[in-house]
């Protein structure tokens, strides 16, 4: 480089405006995959924290729905013989238990931890290298 300003500073040449766009994008793909690990990483410790706090709860409220179910067998065993009772009170929890299910399975979709930003930033780096390649 010359520094004195006498004389007018050098166009870049071509060669050298390559290798400045190869070090930029080496950078640039370094930073979008420490920021989709981050934000992987930032979405795998907010699930753990949901699993630890629904499996707590559920152990409690299952304990209180177990409670509950046996008064409701109980109920009915007045009006009913207690295997009927019994009978009815379990399919009604099959079916309540099976709808839930199917809930707390889309909660786990693939498309639920996806990391969008990531991928956008990603899209919008390759346009911008198609656009200054053009």
Not at 15 to 32: I, N, P
Not at 97 to 124: C, H, V, Y
Request: proline letters at 6%; a neutral charge.
């Amino acid at each position: 480089m010359n520094d004195d300003p006498r004389y007018p500073p050098l166009e870049p040449s071509l060669l050298g405006l390559l290798r400045q766009l190869t070090r930029e994008v080496q950078t640039l793909f370094t930073k979008e995959l420490a920021l989709a690990k981050v934000e992987l990483n930032a979405s795998l410790q907010a699930t753990k924290t949901g699993i630890a706090a629904v499996a707590g709860g559920a152990i409690v409220l299952l304990c209180g729905v177990l409670m509950l179910l046996l008064a409701a067998v109980y109920g009915l065993s007045e009006v009913m013989p207690p295997w009927a009772a019994a009978l009815i009170v379990g399919v009604v929890v099959i079916i309540i238990g099976l709808i839930m299910l199917k809930i707390g399975q889309q909660k786990f979709a693939p498309s639920q931890l996806t990391p969008e930003r990531t991928l956008d930033s990603l899209q919008k780096d390759k346009e911008a290298v198609q656009r200054q390649m053009s």
